[in-house]
C-alpha cells in the first residue's frame, strides 16, 4: 500500500507526493507549475526521462485520475531547466527542509491502519537502504565513465602530456565559467553534478562529496563584504581548479581543445 502526502509552501503551493517501494515520488505536474513552467506536460516530456516516472491512481475533485509522480533525479532536472529565479529555494525547500522533515518525523511512514511498530520500522529501513542504492548506483556509473575516459587518456600522448600539465596548473575557474565551455548555465552545470555524486549544497554553498573533496578538483576563497552601515561579514567561495575542469569534461563527455 501507498502513502499519498500532500506538502504545502506559502510561495510553491501544494506538491503531492508518495511512497513507493521505500522512495519519495513527486507529483511530476505539481512541481513543473511551481517552477513556472506555462506548459508542464510539455516540461515533463521533454526533461524527464521514463525511467524515473511512474503512474498512480488517486482521488481528485474530478473523482480518481491516473497521475504522474516523478522520482528524485528527474525533479533536479526540471528544477536545473526552470529559468524562474525562485528555482533555487524550490530545490532548497524539497530536498533540505521537506524531505529530511518528512523522514525524520516519519511523514512518508503514515496513514498504514493496523500497522505494526515492527512493519513501519521495517519500511523506515527500506527507505533507507533504497536510497543508499541509488545514490551508489550514480557513484558506479561515474566511476565506470572515469575509468573508459582514463583509457582513452592513455592512448593519446598529446592529452596525456596535457593532463600532466593540468596536475600542476595554478588556474582557477568559476562554475559559471566551465558551464558556458560545455554550452549550459551554471545553474544546470551544478545539479547535473549534484545528481551524479560530486557535489551537494550545505547552507547555501556547494561541496564536493566525501569521495571527490580530496582530488584537488576545488579551492576555496573567503571574500570580506562590508554594508552600507560599516558592518563586515565574509562569504565563502569555491573555484574549479584546472585539474577540477578537466574532470567535469570528461565527467560529461565533452571534449576540451588541446
Not at 38 to 50: F, S
Not at 57 to 64: A, E, F, K, L
Request: with cysteine; net charge positive; charged share 30%.
Amino acid at each position: 500500500m501507498h502513502t499519498f502526502v500532500i506538502a504545502e509552501h506559502p510561495e510553491f503551493g501544494k506538491i503531492r507526493t508518495v511512497e513507493k517501494d521505500g522512495k519519495i515520488w513527486f507529483c511530476a505536474k505539481d512541481v513543473a507549475a511551481s517552477l513556472g513552467y506555462a506548459n508542464t506536460r510539455d516540461a515533463i516530456d521533454r526533461h524527464c526521462k521514463q525511467k524515473g516516472v511512474c503512474v498512480h491512481d488517486i482521488p481528485t475533485r474530478g473523482g480518481r485520475q491516473k497521475i504522474k509522480f516523478i522520482d528524485e533525479g528527474n525533479m533536479y532536472r526540471l528544477i536545473a531547466g526552470s529559468r524562474l529565479p525562485s528555482a533555487e529555494r524550490f530545490e532548497s525547500w524539497i530536498f533540505d527542509d521537506l524531505v529530511p522533515r518528512t523522514l525524520k518525523e516519519g511523514g512518508y511512514l503514515l496513514d498504514i491502519k493496523g500497522e505494526t511498530d515492527s512493519e513501519l520500522l521495517s519500511r523506515a529501513l527500506l527507505l533507507a537502504e533504497n536510497r543508499i542504492k541509488e545514490r551508489d548506483r550514480h557513484i558506479s556509473v561515474l566511476e565506470e565513465k572515469n575509468a573508459q575516459n582514463a583509457i582513452k587518456l592513455s592512448r593519446q600522448a598529446p592529452k596525456v602530456r596535457y593532463f600532466e600539465e593540468v596536475l600542476h596548473s595554478a588556474s582557477t575557474y568559476t562554475t559559471t565559467q566551465i558551464a558556458k565551455e560545455l554550452g549550459m548555465s551554471g545553474r544546470e552545470l551544478n545539479y547535473r553534478l549534484k545528481l551524479l555524486g560530486v557535489q551537494f549544497r550545505q547552507s547555501g554553498t556547494w561541496m564536493l562529496t566525501a569521495r571527490y573533496h580530496k582530488e584537488g578538483y576545488t579551492r576555496t576563497h573567503t571574500h570580506v563584504w562590508q554594508n552600507r552601515n560599516g558592518e563586515t561579514g565574509t562569504a565563502m567561495h569555491t573555484v574549479w581548479t584546472e585539474r577540477g575542469r578537466l574532470f567535469i569534461h570528461q565527467l560529461l563527455n565533452f571534449n576540451i581543445g588541446y
